[in-house]
């Protein structure tokens, strides 16, 4: 390459916009939660909420401390006819399967990994009613129990 196009290649790469592809919205004892997560668990209607909000990374962040709880104590067993139910249902709100895979691929997720969240979701949903079945004041316990997860383990929240 001659020597005179250098400058030209310098100036032309120093001058080009940087363009975010993604970005870390929280750590949870040092797993990354980024803000794809959140759009596509929105988009998708895995989790409430619009936009990447406090609220709504913290949804997440819950999520992942009590999928963490789960997997420690209670062993998996999710009901294959409730995990293909849910996955219809979020088939069809997506608005089939091609806008589902829209969906998907724009938010770098494959439906293995969409059936492994799932799945997770209703294990954890499993471990919830049995560790707090019955209990009249299950809201508050359970508030209060992911809030003890949350001093347990290192969770930090980078500004949405």
């Known amino acids: 390459m001659p020597l005179l196009l250098w400058p030209a290649l310098i100036l032309t790469a120093t001058l080009q916009t940087p363009v975010l592809l993604d970005r870390t919205v929280a750590l949870v ?14 988009r998708l209607g895995l989790i409430e909420g619009e936009g990447v909000s406090a609220s709504t990374v913290g949804r997440l962040v819950d999520r992942e401390l009590q ?9 998996m067993r999710v009901d294959r006819a409730a995990l293909e139910a849910r996955l219809r249902a979020i088939e069809t709100r997506a608005g089939g399967p091609e806008a589902l895979a829209q969906v998907l691929d724009a938010g770098g997720l494959t439906r293995d990994r ?13 471990y919830l009613r049995q560790r707090f079945a019955a209990e009249e004041r299950r809201e508050v316990l359970l508030a ?8 347990r383990t290192t969770v930090v929240l980078i500004d949405p």
């Open 67 to 75: 999928l963490r709880e789960a997997e420690r104590f209670f062993p």
């Open 144 to 151: 209060e129990w992911t809030a003890d997860l949350r001093r």
């Open 114 to 126: 969409l059936r492994a969240w799932v799945r997770d979701d209703l294990h954890v949903a499993a």
């Open 29 to 42: 004892g040092g797993r990354p939660l980024l803000q794809s997560d959140v759009l596509t668990a929105q």
